[in-house]
């Protein structure tokens, strides 16, 4: 997860979360199968030890989805959330309506993916997200982007209490531009994460398989190290306290793996209450600690919601050739031993 690097030193907000995985990855349950899983294996009140992935079956591939096709795997493999998660904020000084939701239809990813594009790319400039989503300022770009989330969305696992592994939430508002619609302003991806069986999705082993890469850069074998690289070293300490944590009394982590905010609505606190949820949510699912990767304008922001920085800035360990690239400045914080 990367934070929002910050375009311009003079300005600050608490909505400076945009933090990526880049909406690639899949279950490593899920494996290359996904067009031979049938919709039955996806059922509703399945065992709560069960650690099959909640699948359904896309017509077309993620690159031009037809969303029409997916089943929202939170409505039938998902436990209920807390109300709360769907309320209003009513902050005093913020929007007033701002919501933030659990996404459970693929047809959101579209104004998610123009979120992270406004915040990764016009906003940020962030070079490592440029360098992993080509075309990602183009129709064709975006299409590519929510097809990819989508894909994710739909083959999250659960946790041996029934909980899915990955969640995805929207902050909406009021569209200003169309009476009685809302619009997605906000995005973040919360996924629970351990070295140990049941307990959550486990760190990637094979990053250009996992990411997808190949189809991001087909026959381009050097952009796929490049970008495997980028994402490896983003997540070493991440992956070191996963692992650090497999002999724990709770061997699980909830990391913050992307967070966005529409450069137009920042400054509202809509950033702080997509992390806060994060927050409500590991605390209800055990106390799990929280981790996540902090941009220089970010890092503030989740400072005052109690996390800490571990360590010196994030380094990327990449081949000589692209050492000339422009790569954002990270810090990994965490919450502790537990909240």
Known sequence: ????????????????????????????????????????????????????????????????????????????????????????????????????????QPEDFTQVTEVVRDAFGHQARDGVYLSMNPGWDTPEGVARGAGRMAQRFNTVNRNNKGEPNVVFLKATVPDPESAGQRRIVGMAIW???????????????????????????????????????????????????IAEKATAAEPAVFVLDMCGVDPKFQGKGIAKKLVQWGLDEAQRRGGLELLLEASSMGRHVYAK???????????????????????????????????
């Not at 807390?82 to 919501?99: F, I, L």
């Not at 990411?211 to 952009?223: D, K």
């Not at 920085?309 to 919450?335: C, K, L, W």
Request: with cysteine.
């Open 191 to 241: 996924a629970q994460q351990s070295a140990v069986e049941g307990h959550g999705d486990q760190p990637p082993k094979d990053l250009i398989k996992e990411l997808g890469l190949e189809s991001i850069f087909p026959g381009n074998e050097a952009e796929q190290r490049y970008a495997a690289a980028c994402m490896g070293s983003l997540h070493k300490r991440r992956e070191e306290v």
């Open 1 to 104: 997860m990367r934070s929002l690097v910050d375009h311009a030193n003079s300005v600050a907000s608490d909505d400076s979360c945009a933090q990526v995985q880049l909406g690639l990855s899949v279950s490593r349950a899920r494996k290359e199968e996904l067009g031979n899983v049938d919709t039955a294996d996806c059922q509703p009140n399945l065992p709560q030890d069960s650690l099959e992935p909640c699948v359904t079956t896309p017509s077309q591939s993620p690159q031009n989805p037809d969303f029409s096709t997916f089943t929202p795997p939170f409505e039938v493999c998902s436990p209920d959330y807390p109300a709360a998660t769907m309320a209003s904020s009513t902050d005093a000084g913020q929007n007033s309506d701002v919501r933030i939701e659990v996404i459970s």
């Open 305 to 339: 919601l109690g996390f800490k920085q571990e360590g010196p800035e994030i380094e990327y360990d990449v081949e000589e050739q692209f050492a000339h690239r422009d790569r954002p400045s990270n810090i990994f914080m965490r919450t502790g031993n537990g909240q």
